[in-house]
Nanobody, 125 residues
Framework: QVHVVESGGGSVQTGGSLRLSCETS????????LGWFRQAPGKEDREFVA?????????YYTDSVKGRFTISRDNAKKMGYLQMNNLVPEDTAVYYC?????????????????WGQGTQVTVSS
């Protein structure tokens, strides 16, 4: 069973940057996709943010983060990352990673396992 631990969140002002990390264990990470999701305050559902294929060649972003966020991975370390630049208050949320995900040229993938504890990102104006 795959286990994930998210880290790197914090409190920043508008325009600031954060780099989130997703440490994985218990699965064949190098052969599967990974995604980042977020749950904003007061929202019941988690929103898709970004996903990346096993090779790193295919990436998807939700429209609101395109040009500001970059998803990446290090298969040797079994780690996923989300570089977030030019943050705005609307990015405030708990951020979660999820793997395994089937990410292909046709699909951004869907979460398949349970969720970790997430990491809080707070952006103030």
């Amino acid at each position: 069973q795959v286990h994930v631990v998210e880290s790197g969140g914090g409190s920043v002002q508008t325009g600031g940057s954060l780099r989130l990390s997703c440490e994985t264990s218990g699965g064949a990470f190098e052969y599967t996709g990974l995604g980042w999701f977020r749950q904003a305050p007061g929202k019941e559902d988690r929103e898709f943010v970004a996903s990346i294929s096993w090779s790193g060649e295919i990436v998807y972003y939700t429209d609101s983060v395109k040009g500001r966020f970059t998803i990446s991975r290090d298969n040797a370390k079994k780690m996923g990352y989300l570089q977030m630049n030019n943050l705005v208050p609307e990015d405030t949320a708990v951020y979660y990673c999820n793997t395994p995900m089937y990410v292909s040229g046709r699909s951004r993938g869907e979460p398949t396992t349970g969720w970790g504890q997430g990491t809080q990102v707070t952006v103030s104006s």
